[in-house]
């Protein structure tokens, strides 16, 4: 294996309980409370002639019925469907999306903590790898390997939705379910969604892998208390709030599916992410985080 | 071209002089013993020639590199232990015997591996299972398998019983150790490695004070015990009063000369360390 690959492997390997337990878990959920529900006889006797429930199967209860109303599939139209379709695709993506944030949290801030906690750092620069390239494989394999088991996951908890959704529809409407289904489409989102994702958070995971290499104690309270502080002092001194916008927004998924779309999702609308400028400046200033954080660690900040 | 050389190396922390004009030269083929009271300065000697840490001024060569400027590039060359468990306690052996020939070209599995069998390790267990010696046998094992010029050991054998810390240096000299390569071993237990030492470097305060040689030591040395006070003319470097009479310490004396006050020997390492820490006619 090549050097480069070795380190990704080795950060992967530490990480990996977290980046495969976390979607394995909102994945079970997810199954759960479909099928859980699904299997409970309806204790409700609905009348078969209401609008709201055209086109929905007998048999359709629990978190099913609940879906089929809210999709509607026989008195919607086709913009409205698969304006649907979409929304609840990202709303399955949405669970995924904020467990891997705090898994992604965790590992930022234990990227270089952790190995000057246990002074396991002596024995890694005692290897012929340098700190950049360490440094590096760190951020790679957080920002981009270990969204690839919630990728996987969230794409059949989608899949899995639709399935569900086209089954408790009455016979008939379930073809109208598939045809507005975009399993492929909902795939490559995701692919690209997280891929932005990388370099859209940057400025916040550089940060956190800053905080990681020069806090000695406690780095959590650090990685949140000094932007806290930075955002008052702004306030207090100018009046403005330009670091709370920028903060919030590079929080926020840039491209992946969001429940609140106005326009519906597409690969070109995600792409279009990478011309906006503040994707740039994030980067630049991520970049100019993660470079202080080579240098602590080069620095051996031994705790 | 040494493989160690250190000029005037000096590293303050606030108002403590660390390295204050460290000198060291340090050739093929030798085993060097860094000796020194706590605070001497050895732990900051050690991490300046293995490129962890900065230097305020001085010279320092490690097999022709900066150890500070290029780390990466020094260790393909020098091998250390910086102190006993420091292995990543979560890591399965065999991944940290993956990452390891992944990343070092001098590394050599099989014979990591041959070491291995001979010992209780088994490759798919967690690092944080194993005993403390069978961590430090794991550590040397992966040390070993390196082919660098330079082994670094700075207090190696720290809290290991006494069964592990004899295996530890009898393999490093009948197994690691040749002309090519030089070890530097810094350690509390002076005794323990006395008989494998080539040379003996005395720190204190954060400079050399003496490099010795251990053949050069029983002439430059020279323990004579007699039962009552003695005056040879020149002054002892320590002078000890026991239950049995008087232990006088000389340097550069010669034998002949010390003959007659009384029973000759070669101080140990310990005692001459002991001697030169507290040594009244060099001010420290």
Do not use: C
């Not at chain 2, 000096?10 to 706590?38: H, Q, S």
């Not at chain 2, 990343?103 to 194993?130: C, G, S, Y």
């Amino acid at each position: 294996m090549s050097p480069f690959k070795t380190l990704i492997r080795r950060e992967w390997l530490e990480g990996r309980t977290a980046y495969l337990a976390a979607p394995a878990v909102v994945l079970s959920l997810v199954l759960l409370a479909g099928l859980a529900t699904s299997l409970v006889e309806p204790d409700v006797s609905i009348s078969t002639n209401s609008d709201q429930l055209a086109g929905m199967s007998e048999n359709a209860s629990g978190m099913a019925l609940l879906l089929a109303m809210l999709v509607d599939v026989a008195g919607s139209t086709d913009a409205e469907m698969t304006y649907k379709m979409e929304t609840l695709a990202a709303a399955v993506a949405r669970p995924f999306e904020l467990a891997l944030t705090v898994v992604i949290f965790f590992a930022l801030i234990g990227s270089v903590h952790d190995e000057r906690k246990d002074r396991s750092v002596l024995f890694w620069k005692s290897m012929p790898v340098s700190d950049t390239r360490t440094m590096i494989s760190k951020y790679v394999t957080i920002a981009w390997v270990a969204p690839v088991a919630t990728i996987i996951a969230t794409w059949l908890a989608q899949l899995f939705a639709m399935t569900w959704l086209a089954i408790n529809v009455e016979d008939g409407f379930a073809g109208r379910v598939w045809a507005f289904s975009t399993p492929t489409a909902n795939l490559i989102y995701l692919v690209i969604g997280y891929g932005i994702q990388g370099l859209w958070a940057m400025p916040v995971y550089a940060w956190l892998i800053l905080v990681s290499a020069v806090a000695s104690r406690i780095p959590t309270l650090w990685a949140v208390g000094i932007p806290v502080v930075l955002i008052i002092l702004e306030k207090i001194v100018a009046g403005t709030s330009t670091s709370a916008t920028f903060l919030f927004d590079h929080i926020q998924p840039a491209a992946l599916p969001r429940l609140d779309n106005e326009a519906p999702l597409t690969i070109s609308s995600q792409l279009a992410v990478l011309a906006d400028p503040s994707l740039w400046v994030g980067m630049i200033i991520g970049s100019a985080l993660l470079a202080a954080a080579i240098y602590s660690r080069k620095r051996l900040n031994e705790i | 071209m040494s493989l160690i050389d250190a000029r005037n190396l000096v590293k303050t922390y606030g108002d403590t002089r660390a390295l204050d004009g460290f000198d060291l030269t340090v050739e093929r083929g030798r085993i060097v013993g860094l000796i020194g009271p706590n605070g001497a300065g050895k732990t900051t000697a050690l991490k300046a020639i293995l490129g962890l840490g900065d230097l305020d001024t001085g010279e320092l060569q490690v097999d022709g590199l900066n150890p500070a400027e290029q780390r990466a590039r020094l260790m393909q060359n020098v091998a250390y232990i910086a102190d006993t468990g420091t292995l990543p306690r979560w890591m399965r052996i065999r991944d940290l015997i993956d990452y390891v020939a992944g990343v070092h070209p001098n590394f050599d599995r099989q014979i990591a591996l041959a070491t291995l069998e001979q010992t209780d390790i088994r490759t798919e267990k967690r690092v944080r299972t194993l005993s403390k010696g069978m961590n430090v046998q794991l550590h040397l094992a992966l040390i070993l398998a390196i082919d660098a010029s330079l082994l670094v050991l700075d207090e190696p054998t720290l809290g290991l019983d006494i069964l592990y810390r004899q295996q530890f240096y009898d393999r490093l000299l009948s197994e690691y150790y040749n002309e090519q390569r030089s070890i530097l071993i810094t350690t509390h237990e002076v005794r323990e490695i006395e008989h494998i030492l080539t040379d003996v470097v005395f720190i204190h305060r954060g400079r050399v004070r003496l490099k010795l040689e251990m053949a050069e030591l029983s002439e430059a040395f020279v323990k004579v015990t007699s039962d009552t006070a003695i005056d040879v003319g020149q002054k002892p470097i320590h002078l000890k009063q026991t239950l049995n009479g008087w232990e006088n310490i000389y340097r550069d004396v010669p034998r002949s000369t010390l003959e007659p006050f009384g029973t000759l020997s070669t101080p140990s390492i310990a005692e001459i360390f002991v001697a030169i820490a507290e040594d009244q006619n060099e001010p420290v």
